[in-house]
């Protein structure tokens, strides 16, 4: 005798043939090699920031120590555009691939706090990484911002009345909050969990000496970012919101600004090099 499937069948083996669609995605070898360049990619910016945070440190650069410099001077290098389109091709599907982590997370991890937990956070990285994918293609297309003047224009738009200050002052907290998770991420070694590496080989020291310096690093730079947007609202004035090109220079004019901001531009190096170990040892 022949059934009509009911609706909630129907929908349920829609999903389920969805969920075999993602995970077949997700999981194929060329698909999980190219999402992998994205951590290089993400390595690689960061390794160049803090190449010149370091020269801003000394004294000796005047260019943005953030992604719009750094992307620039890539650019600016033989074979540069190539491998801003390579990169940003990476980085979208290591996007990709965060959001299918989401998706599947949502699925089937248990009910509770953790599958909530888990959704959050793989769509956070989704976030950042689906942000930078797009500064990254936009720079290899031949164009480009100043991430720093952007910052402060949108700041701007803000600040003409208490609301829009008020929405400045907990962009400034929630940036803080991130920067903090960041030191005590770092601190307490819980990036460690985000790679599988063989025990008792140098790698894995090179994991905890990149992970703890340059975690702890970033969340600094973080922190400054944070307090900026705090200050600029309390101030009202939105040149003062300048991202982390701005955050990083005002750490060098700080009485023995220059020795602070040459170890974080240090441990942003080294965060660098640990993002570049992660795809290799990152489980996918």
Known sequence: MNTVPRPQEGARAAADAADT???DVAEHPVFE???RGGFVMSGLVHVLIGAIALRIATGGSSQEADQSGALRAVAAAPGGEVLLWIGGIAMVALTLWHLAEAWIGARWKEQGRDRLKHVARTLGKAVVYGALAGTVLRFAAGGGSDSGEQTSQLTAGLMGNAAGRAAIIAL???VISIGLFHVYRGASRGFEDQLRVPPGRTVARTVVVTGVAGYIAKGIALL??????GWAAL???P???TGLDGALKTMAELPAGGIVLAVVAAGLILFGIYSVLRARYAPM
């Open 239 to 241: 040149e003062k919101a």
């Open 33 to 35: 090699a190219v999402a």
């Open 224 to 229: 400054g970012v944070g307090m900026m947007f």
């Open 172 to 174: 400034g907290l929630v």
């Open 21 to 23: 669609a993602v995970e």
């Open 235 to 237: 101030g009202a004035d």
